[in-house]
């Protein structure tokens, strides 16, 4: 890939851990500044300050700052700093989302609590739009050429866990294709991202726990450079407002994870 994001500007929310990280990490080795946003700090693994670490060793300048995007006042005051620090935003990933304890898989939507309404959509949704709200007038700011994209899921088209994960993945979809309309008059584009079956830390101490195979999921990496190589596409703005699948960047663009391999084919149309 020969495009590179030396000097541009990105936030990746909810990166502590899993796609976030590894969206940040692959911008990162294309150059970017990127701010990793999430509630874990410390020194631990899964915390925004080891990612912090992981980005600058790939290439990139790491920010990290402590957001939890239930508090709208949190999310505001990340872009002020954002707007502080460099008066511009070129890239937002909305990637942060909230695994409702216990996960909601299985059972009828009247098992659950309703309270996974606010931890899948509200997270997993509103989030997004408000991180997205305040985001614009920065992307404004670098002019035209910018993105938001938003990690969503296959389970936007066909069941997956629960009623309440697939009414956020469809939002997300539909929030992603309405936004795309009103942002390209400015030139950003605005495209939802589709993983497979991905390997998440918390996806694979589940599979651990039952004897799981994931020798078939995509990893985290992957998955991020496959945004990152979206990110940089000469024909991004050509893509605003669809949903772009992680499997089908990885094969245009050779995007390989770091084991070398292309994304796993997760849905059934010809490669």
Request: proline share 4%; hydrophobic share 40%; glycine share 12%.
């Amino acid at each position: 890939m020969s495009a590179r994001l030396d000097g541009k500007i990105a936030v990746v929310t909810g990166s502590s851990r899993g796609i976030g990280r590894g969206t940040a990490i692959a911008l990162a080795e294309l150059g970017a500044t990127v701010y990793v946003t999430g509630r874990s700090t410390g020194s631990s693994e899964l915390t925004i300050d080891t990612t912090v670490k992981m980005v600058e060793a790939a290439g990139g300048k790491g920010i990290a700052v402590q957001v939890d995007h239930g508090d709208d006042a949190q999310i505001a005051a990340l872009f002020a700093k954002v707007k502080n620090d460099f008066g511009r935003l070129d890239i937002l990933v909305n990637n942060v989302y909230k695994i409702p304890d216990p996960p909601a898989w299985g059972g009828g939507f009247w098992d659950h609590p309703v309270s996974i309404w606010d931890d899948q959509v509200g997270i997993g949704l509103r989030a997004h739009y408000v991180a997205s709200w305040h985001a614009a007038p920065l992307l404004f700011a670098a002019g035209p050429g910018g993105s938001i994209l938003n990690v969503s899921s296959p389970g936007g088209m066909s069941y997956h866990f629960s009623s309440s994960y697939g009414a956020g993945k469809a939002g997300l979809d539909r929030l992603s294709a309405d936004m795309a309309l009103e942002l390209k008059p400015k030139g950003i584009a605005c495209c939802s991202i589709y993983p497979g079956s991905v390997a998440t830390e918390f996806i694979q101490q589940w599979a651990g726990e039952r004897g799981s195979d994931l020798t078939k999921a995509q990893t985290t990496l992957g998955v991020g450079r496959a945004i990152a190589a979206l990110a940089v596409a000469p024909d991004l703005m050509d893509r605003t407002g669809t949903i772009q699948w992680v499997e089908d960047i990885s094969a245009e663009f050779d995007v390989r994870d770091e084991n070398g391999n292309l994304a796993v084919r997760y849905h059934s149309r010809p490669a």
